[in-house]
């Protein structure tokens, strides 16, 4: 089992829940998020350093078995690029391992539980 984790922009949520429910992935979390990566670097004004602001992002969390790892990440990738080679700002997917998943409501652990 592994936890994929995207960090994407926000215009491009419908668009990638979308997708992967048609890749048949349909248990996500979805939160709302800031930070800043690449986008701006650190600025000087006046003589001294600006700390860049930070930018709205949506974090999407997904538990998966194993078959479906390369489904989600491929389609993740698909879709939440900006356009076809991507441009910086598009997010970052983060893949652990997931040691273990409980289904509060039946009790019941591992895979199935996803």
């Known amino acids: 089992m592994k936890l994929i984790t995207a960090i994407i922009r926000e215009n491009k949520l419908d668009e990638v829940r979308e997708a992967l429910i048609q890749n048949e992935i349909t248990r996500?979390?979805?939160?709302?998020?800031?930070?800043?990566?690449?986008?701006?670097?650190?600025?000087?004004?006046?003589?001294?350093?600006?700390?860049?602001?930070?930018i709205p992002k949506v974090k999407i969390e997904i538990g998966v078995n194993e078959e479906f790892v390369?489904?989600?990440?491929?389609?993740?990738?698909?879709?939440?690029?900006?356009?076809?080679?991507g441009e910086v700002g598009d997010g970052k997917i983060f893949i652990?391992?997931?040691e273990e998943c409980i289904?509060?409501?039946?009790e019941e652990r591992g895979g199935t539980a996803i």
């Open 28 to 54: 996500i979390t979805v939160g709302r998020v800031s930070g800043h990566g690449r986008q701006r670097d650190e600025d000087i004004y006046r003589g001294r350093k600006i700390v860049p602001n930070l």
């Open 70 to 85: 390369d489904i989600t990440v491929d389609t993740i990738l698909k879709t939440a690029k900006t356009n076809d080679r």
């Open 96 to 98: 652990t391992n997931l």
């Open 103 to 106: 289904r509060i409501r039946t």
